[in-house]
């Protein structure tokens, strides 16, 4: 098989090209600079190739999208943040809509900040979509991949758990000298899913043909900030009594600060009734594997 990704070089877009060519497939990267990546397992192209590329693929992969947590939510932060997601899903899916043998399934990338903060409330693939910036950015992201003329999935994910980058990565050091903990009370719901969990959810909804629309690409047991701080202190053999204070964050990423300090309870219960069984569906045995 021979795919197409846009976003090959970010942390899931690398774990996904690794796996694929693993298992003996061709990747083909989408970059604004494919001369300052070389050529490895994967086969670098610029946009501009896109039309011709797409017409030799079997399915096509869209992770393009600058970090939501990596700068301040400025206005042109913002813009950066839409054009980055939506801009090169709706170049893609014109390339699709324009192939005389387009590829036979888009799995476009969105994120559970399509649902909003929420409380205690368990959501799944059905809940409405929420109202922030975030949200909007999500459903507009989905609607410009739900374009295509073929089958499409888009696929919510949740915070990626990776030593290779992330949110973990970053967490590690506080931790490790007894200065982790929770962020504020630690009563917000947090979503997270493994890496090798993303991509797999992602090659089933590449390889399996009923599986369309949205789905949820979190692990099966979201736990709260201060029960996911008390996991990863358990993990590293630390306490996780030093919170976090709300404003700190603030401070740092303006608005953007939300998508640390609420949450939603996300359930992949599609994903799921798919046939898709985690490999990791619990915080232990997921950080287990990750700091071991």
Known sequence: MQLLITGASGLVGTALSRALHDRGDTVIGVSRRPERLGQG???????????????????????????????????????????????????????????????????????????????????????????????????????????????????????????QGGALPQMLLPFKLGLGGPIGRGRHWFSWVHVDDVVGALLHAVDDASVRDAINVTAPAPLTNMDFSKALGRALHRPALVPVPPLLLELRFGEGAAILTAGQRVIPRRTVASGYQFQYGQIDEALANLLA
């Not at 990596?70 to 090169?88: N, Q």
Request: aromatic share 6%; hydrophobic share 45%; net charge negative.
């Open 41 to 163: 397992m994967i086969r670098w192209i610029g946009w501009d190739d896109l039309p011709a590329a797409i017409e030799d693929v079997d399915a096509a992969v869209h992770l393009a999208g600058a970090g939501v947590a990596a700068k301040r939510w400025s206005a042109a932060r913002k813009r950066t943040l839409r054009e980055s997601r939506i801009d090169t899903a709706q170049q893609l899916v014109a390339a699709i809509n324009g192939a005389a043998n387009p590829p036979g399934v888009l799995v476009s990338a969105s994120a559970v900040g399509y649902y909003g903060p929420h409380g205690d409330e368990e959501l799944d693939e059905d809940s409405p979509a929420g109202s922030d910036f975030l949200a909007t950015l999500c459903r507009d992201w989905e609607a410009a991949a739900a374009a295509a003329g073929c089958r499409v999935v888009r696929a919510r994910i949740g915070v990626v758990l990776s030593r």
